[in-house]
């Protein structure tokens, strides 16, 4: 009995024959257990030398049960040590490094300077109501200079807003006719156009406003001039041209002066030393009045710049579609900006 079952123990290959053997043999209804049962029957003779006999056989079964355990345990570690193994020596997998859009960086800049000089950044939506991207920024329905913006409508009242100027409507309008109202708001505005290098039917732009009491033409200016020296650099001046914009009266173009010629003529600012950059204004009284401000006790300026032309003159880019196409060859060149 005793060397049947050291050969079973012997051939159990995983724990649970192992534990099929011990029941077998060392349970309730093996052998051993049946042998010490009936020592009741025995004479007294018989009973201690048959009793000390089926303690040994049990305990030498249970003790090379329990050898054979450790051993499968032993195998069992180190097959898994063996299977786990981690080759420290072996190269790492490069992790790809995305870049920043040059669009947000610009965006990011632009903030920076205007949060320098105390304005806040106030975003509004995309999808825009009639009244806030045209009404309120007096353009009634049927003004013409509605025809300087083609627009995407879904319905008669709601469009794809075609410039940030309703954020600064609706910010005044949340301010209920108390000033100072100080905002840059950063976004996407869109306009049925053909895309070509300097046309994108979608386009970013940063639209500023400032109403306080006694705003000046010249805070306009002086806003503006430590803004351009900030982002393009401290040698470049300013120019202000009269221009038309229905929401500001006086309305202005500004020039920055071309940083590439220093004014003696070059491609870029197409030989007239100047280069277009946005678009700005003081507050048309009939706005600051729609928008629950009294022009008799505030006045303000408003600006609007494209995104993308920053961007492009910035970094001498030269098509306004590498923006939008995602060219990883494009995109990594903007990994330290
Ligand atoms: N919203 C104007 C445009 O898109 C720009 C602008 C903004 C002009 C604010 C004046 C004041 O053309």
Redesign the pocket.
Known sequence: LLNEALKKVELAEDERSLQEVRVSYLGKKGPITEVLRGMGKLSAEERPVIGQLANEVRDQIKASIDLKEKELEDIHISKQLEEEKLDVTMPGRPIMQGSRHPLQSVVEEVEDAFIGLGFNVEEGPEVESDYYNFEALNLPKDHPARDM?DSFYFTEELLLRT???PVQARTMERHQGKGPVKIVCPGKVFRRDNDDATHSHQFM?I?GLYVDHNVRMSDLRGVLDAFVKRFFGEDREIRLRPSF?P??EP?VEVDVSCGICKGTGCRVCKQTGWIEVL???MVHPRVLEMSGFDPNQYSGF???MGVERLAMLKYAIDDIRHFYTNDVRFLSQFKRV
Request: hydrophobic share 30%.
């Open positions: 913006q410039q940030t100027s732009q639209e914009f929401f500001t309305s678009g700005a204004g408003a600006f609007g």
